[in-house]
C-alpha cells in the first residue's frame, strides 16, 4: 500500500529551526515528483516547496523562500524540508504530497497521496 | 496574477447539485486539480487535469472550466460532501497555488 509519513515537527521558538521528513513506501519514490504543503489552524492550504524526481528542479513558496529548503534521499526513499528563521507564521501542519504520474506540464498540482502531516508550533 | 479565487462558503440541499468555482488569470493556459477536505483529515485528489476523475472517486464528482474559471459539479450532494474544497493549480513560474477554500454545507 502506498503511504508517506510525515514526521520532525514540534514546538520551537521564533527564530528557531526544525527539520521536518517524509518517508515514502510501497512505490518507486525516486520516479515522482513530490511537494510539501502547509496548513496553519483553521485557515486553508498552503503550498510550500515542490522537488523533481533527481532533485533537478526546485520551486519555493515566496513566503518561505531563502529560509526554507526541500532536498530528498531517494535512496532511502526520504523527502525532507528544513525549516530556518521560523516565526509564528509558520505555524501549521505540513504535509507531503506526491505529484499524479504521467500529468502534463498544463495539469501539475494534481497531488494523488498525501501524508497525514506532522505540526509545527513556533511559540516562544 | 497567480491568485486563484474561490467563494468561502455554498450550501447545498440533499439530493441537489451544487458548483463551486475557482477564478484566476493561470487557469487560461493551466488546469485546475480539486481537493476534498473533512475536518482533521489530509486533502484528497478529487478531479485533476480541470475534468478527469482518479479512480475510486464517485462520478457524482464532475470537473469543468473554460478561460479564467473552473468548476467543481457535485450532482445529487450526499451529507459526505459536507468538507472544505480547494482548486489547485501551476503559475508560470512553475509554483503550485491553492485556492483559498470552499466550506461546503449539505442542507
Known amino acids: 500500500e502506498v503511504h508517506l509519513v510525515e514526521s520532525g515537527g514540534g514546538l520551537v521558538q521564533p527564530g528557531g529551526s526544525l527539520r521536518l521528513s517524509c518517508e515514502a513506501s510501497g512505490f518507486t519514490f525516486s520516479a515522482y515528483e513530490i511537494n510539501w504543503v502547509r496548513q496553519a489552524p483553521g485557515k486553508g492550504l498552503e503550498w510550500v516547496a515542490f522537488i523533481s524526481e533527481s532533485a533537478g528542479t526546485i520551486f519555493y513558496a515566496d513566503s518561505v523562500r531563502g529560509r526554507f529548503t526541500i532536498s530528498r534521499d531517494n535512496a532511502k526513499n526520504s523527502l525532507f524540508l528544513q525549516m530556518n528563521s521560523l516565526s509564528a507564521e509558520d505555524t501549521a501542519v505540513y504535509y507531503c504530497a506526491r505529484e499524479m504520474l504521467g500529468v502534463a506540464v498544463p495539469g501539475k498540482g494534481a497531488f494523488d497521496v498525501w501524508g497525514q502531516g506532522t505540526m509545527v508550533n513556533v511559540s516562544s | 496574477s497567480s491568485e486563484l479565487t474561490q467563494d468561502p462558503a455554498v450550501s447545498v440541499v440533499l439530493g441537489q447539485t451544487v458548483r463551486i468555482t475557482c477564478q484566476g488569470d493561470s487557469l487560461r493556459s493551466y488546469f485546475a486539480s480539486w481537493y476534498q477536505q473533512r475536518p482533521g483529515q489530509a486533502p484528497v485528489l478529487v478531479i485533476h487535469e480541470r475534468s478527469k476523475r482518479p479512480s475510486g472517486i464517485p462520478d457524482r464528482f464532475s470537473g469543468s472550466g473554460s478561460d479564467i474559471t473552473a468548476s467543481l459539479t457535485i450532482t445529487g450532494a450526499q451529507a459526505d460532501d459536507e468538507a472544505d474544497y480547494y482548486c489547485?493549480?501551476?503559475?508560470?513560474?512553475?509554483?503550485?497555488?491553492f485556492g483559498g477554500g470552499t466550506k461546503l454545507t449539505v442542507l
Open positions: 489547485c493549480s501551476r503559475d508560470r513560474s512553475g509554483n503550485r497555488v
